[in-house]
């Protein structure tokens, strides 16, 4: 048996889970515990639908974690957050379901997500949160997505 003997969707044609709560996310060994590095997650096209009109919303999510025994297998997130298109919930709601679901799995030493909403009814809505403060002596590199400016 591999380290990767657990993994179900790797290597296999899987189609888009029908919501987030049927998505399956899986977690490798992380390959180098014991060491504070930053890893990011960056889902520019993030797609879910709003909870009242079904009309889409749209996000460029960030989200920027420090592993402590596991990393996200990355097909398994890439697919849990397709989970989203068809799924209804106003933005707060969608980023912290993302954050929770990651650290629950992950249990990593430190996590931030910034969701950063295209405008509905002409305002953008952007969600920020973090686990905790980021331990001293690893480099937070700026998530440096601009504000939503229009056409100003």
């Not at 249990?107 to 952007?126: H, K, N, Q």
């Not at 973090?130 to 939503?148: E, G, K, M």
Request: hydrophobic residues 40%; contains cysteine.
């Amino acid at each position: 048996m591999t380290d990767y003997d657990h993994l179900t969707l790797l290597g296999h044609h899987v189609p888009a889970p029908a919501s987030p709560d049927a998505a399956v996310l899986e977690r490798v060994a992380n390959p180098a515990a014991g060491k504070h590095y930053i890893v990011r997650l960056t889902c520019p096209e993030f797609t879910s639908l709003c909870p009242l009109t079904g009309q889409p919303d749209f996000a460029h999510i960030m989200i920027d974690y420090i592993p402590k025994n596991w990393i996200v297998e990355s097909k398994s997130f890439k697919l849990f957050m397709a989970s989203y298109r068809n799924h209804g919930a106003f933005h707060e709601a969608c980023s912290m379901e993302i954050a929770d679901r990651l650290v629950s799995l992950l249990e990593p030493v430190w996590l931030r997500i910034g969701a950063y909403w295209y405008p509905r009814g002409g305002i953008p809505i952007d969600v920020f949160w973090q686990t905790a403060n980021a331990p001293a002596d690893v480099w937070v590199p700026s998530q440096d997505v601009p504000p939503y400016r229009g056409r100003g």
